[in-house]
């Protein structure tokens, strides 16, 4: 890991989301859909919450952060620049967790905007500002797990198509673990459980910081990371 | 020793893309890989600079190892590989300055080498333009502006001048040729002026092996095991072309003599000969005793592509 090498790839990522329309459009779309949800429910549950942010925004996310990603290492695959860019003096890992930050910081810049709900039902209600804070910071880690999964899905393949589609695929499987817990046997129930990100994320949105859940977003973002770039080191096995 | 190949294979499944290839290059040298399409060159280059890794035999530049220290050796090597690929939505000056930092060029030196690069490749006027509008001329040369900017002891370049017109390989090989004084160069080729224009040695490559290693000059007189005297000489009427051949034959190693063109009393001869013997003293000789004419009189190189076709010819059919 090098540091240096770590903020030139993040720059001319970030560079890259921002000089073109990517960035605009996942902000305003996910932003209008959010905005839908928010004020149609705000006043028919009549309740000072940011519940739908922080319900909506995960299931959101299943589809933006494989396509804020999928670009990221499967176009360099195509267009021949990733032959430049692993032949540099740099790690694979480097390459991969710049990368990483990117599409993260974009996702920070998608959320940011949400924060004017906070003052406006802060201003007609109260709200349990500690809620909120474990909410974001719950968003901020979901987000996270399923860009560092879409990293991965981005380089195994040449083609964006299915590099959204993988994952897709990868991140929606993960969500849907703890939905399909009454059909299954207490003992494998509670290992399913505890894979799913949604069972974590909702601990943390209650507001309760639990190391059980930090250990469970490091290790799942860690992973995914670690395999991307495996995937990038794969040619180099003789 | 700048780059030191030994035994080098790379298998893709069963087939063998390179075959226990080895060979030295040194600093000042500039190398040409030659050989058709799909002989191995790409594949040696991608080894040479670490994308691949060899399934047997090993790399060295400048004594180190390429896949024990990958990264050192990453430092040492610049690369254009085939095909050029850019970053199309950055503008020149960006990218060379992403490349710089990528490569581990100090902060403090980024704008220096960056500004020498520009220069020296031409791209002043389109330094603030998007790669991704640049004609294939400029693209070339942003790439190899790129592929220099560490100042690296070996350039690997393949196919640098692929798609240009003749006005810009004449410019990218005098580019080549500048750089070549003091590194190490490889670069590879299936255009062969190319590589009598640039290299002062060759490698020729066919299916993986390596069929010819040496100064062009060397090759052309190795491999072509005589050589070709062209004759123009006036004579009289009375002698005619057999007569003319039988005292030429009298000549020891000649082999074949053929009449080129006859026009009036000048006479265009091809001369052969069985060994790298030079003949043309006795033909001068010859010439002054029977009182014909010289008007002119040269030895005939074997070109490169006779001896590329023989070479990699053969083995195709």
């Known amino acids: 890991m090098n540091v240096h090498n770590i903020a030139s790839i993040f720059r001319k990522e970030v560079r890259s989301f921002f000089n073109s329309p990517v960035a605009y459009i996942v902000i305003v779309v996910y932003l209008i859909i959010l905005g839908w949800f928010f004020t149609s429910n705000l006043f028919i549950y009549n309740l000072s919450t940011l519940r739908t942010v922080?319900?909506?925004?995960?299931?959101l996310l299943l589809f933006f952060a494989p396509a804020m990603t999928m670009r990221l290492i499967s176009e360099e695959r195509k267009s021949?620049?990733?032959?430049?860019?692993?032949?540099?003096?740099?790690?694979?890992?480097?390459?991969?967790?710049?990368?990483?930050?990117?599409?993260?910081?974009?996702?920070?810049?998608?959320?940011?905007?949400?924060?004017?709900?906070?003052?406006?039902?802060?201003?007609?209600?109260?709200?349990?500002?500690?809620?909120?804070?474990?909410?974001?910071?719950?968003?901020?880690?979901?987000?996270?797990?399923?860009?560092?999964?879409?990293?991965?899905?981005?380089?195994?393949?040449?083609?964006?198509?299915?590099?959204?589609?993988?994952?897709?695929?990868?991140?929606?499987?993960?969500?849907?673990?703890?939905?399909i817990l009454?059909?299954?046997?207490?003992?494998?129930?509670?290992?399913?459980?505890?894979?799913?990100?949604?069972y974590h994320f909702s601990n943390i949105a209650r507001g309760v910081i639990d190391s059980r859940d930090l250990v469970y977003y490091a290790s799942a973002i860690g992973l995914a990371l670690r395999l991307a770039s495996a995937v990038l080191q794969k040619r180099r096995w003789a | 020793m700048s780059?030191?190949?030994?035994?080098?294979?790379?298998?893709?499944?069963?087939?063998?893309?390179?075959?226990?290839?080895?060979?030295?290059?040194?600093?000042?040298?500039?190398?040409?890989?030659?050989?058709?399409?799909?002989?191995?060159?790409?594949?040696?280059?991608?080894?040479?600079?670490?994308?691949l890794a060899p399934s047997g035999g090993t790399v060295r530049i400048e004594g180190r190892?390429?896949?024990?220290?990958?990264?050192?050796?990453?430092?040492?090597?610049?690369?254009?590989?085939?095909?050029?690929?850019?970053?199309?939505?950055?503008?020149?000056?960006?990218?060379?300055?992403?490349?710089a930092q990528l490569q581990g060029v100090s902060a403090s030196m980024i704008h220096q080498r960056r500004r020498e690069m520009v220069y020296v490749c031409g791209l002043q006027e389109m330094k603030h333009k998007d790669i991704g509008q640049l004609s294939k001329g400029y693209r070339q040369r942003v790439g190899l502006a790129a592929a220099m900017i560490h100042d690296p002891r070996v350039l690997v370049l393949d196919e640098p001048t692929s798609g240009l017109d003749p006005n810009q390989i004449v410019e990218i090989r005098s580019l080549i040729q500048n750089i070549g004084r003091e590194k190490t160069v490889i670069l590879s080729t299936h255009i062969l002026p190319e590589v009598q224009a640039t290299c002062n040695r060759v490698i020729i490559i066919n299916r993986g092996k390596i069929v010819a290693d040496g100064p062009i000059a060397v090759l052309q007189r190795n491999l072509h095991g005589g050589e070709k005297v062209v004759v123009e000489i006036e004579t009289g009427d009375a002698d005619t072309f057999?007569?003319?051949?039988?005292?030429?034959?009298?000549?020891?190693?000649?082999?074949?003599?053929?009449?080129?063109?006859?026009?009036?009393?000048?006479?265009?001869?091809?001369?052969?000969?069985?060994?790298?013997?030079?003949?043309?003293?006795?033909?001068?000789?010859?010439?002054?005793?029977?009182?014909?004419?010289?008007?002119?009189?040269?030895?005939?190189?074997?070109?490169?592509?006779?001896?590329?076709?023989?070479?990699?010819?053969?083995?195709?059919?």
């Open chain 2, 242 to 317: 057999d007569l003319i051949a039988v005292q030429i034959r009298s000549i020891p190693a000649v082999t074949a003599v053929s009449l080129q063109e006859q026009n009036g009393a000048s006479k265009r001869f091809t001369i052969e000969t069985g060994q790298a013997t030079d003949i043309r003293k006795e033909l001068f000789r010859l010439c002054v005793t029977r009182g014909w004419t010289i008007l002119e009189l040269h030895r005939e190189q074997t070109s490169l592509e006779d001896i590329f076709r023989q070479l990699t010819g053969g083995a195709a059919k």
């Open chain 1, 54 to 59: 922080f319900e909506m925004t995960p299931f």
């Open chain 1, 80 to 179: 021949g620049t990733l032959e430049l860019l692993v032949t540099k003096p740099i790690g694979e890992g480097d390459i991969i967790v710049g990368k990483f930050l990117a599409a993260w910081t974009l996702y920070f810049f998608t959320l940011l905007p949400t924060v004017c709900y906070y003052i406006t039902v802060s201003i007609i209600g109260s709200l349990d500002t500690g809620a909120v804070i474990g909410g974001y910071l719950g968003l901020l880690l979901v987000g996270a797990v399923f860009i560092a999964i879409s990293v991965f899905g981005s380089a195994v393949t040449e083609n964006q198509v299915v590099a959204f589609i993988v994952s897709l695929f990868i991140v929606f499987s993960l969500f849907m673990l703890d939905k």
């Open chain 1, 182 to 198: 009454f059909y299954l046997p207490s003992s494998v129930g509670m290992v399913l459980e505890y894979l799913s990100i949604d």
């Open chain 2, 3 to 51: 780059v030191s190949v030994s035994n080098l294979s790379k298998s893709y499944g069963t087939a063998r893309a390179v075959d226990a290839i080895s060979f030295d290059v040194h600093a000042g040298e500039i190398l040409g890989f030659l050989g058709p399409n799909g002989a191995g060159k790409t594949t040696t280059m991608r080894m040479i600079t670490s994308y």
């Open chain 2, 65 to 99: 190892d390429v896949q024990r220290e990958s990264l050192e050796v990453r430092r040492l090597v610049g690369y254009l590989p085939e095909q050029n690929p850019l970053y199309l939505d950055m503008n020149v000056l960006e990218y060379l300055e992403y490349a």
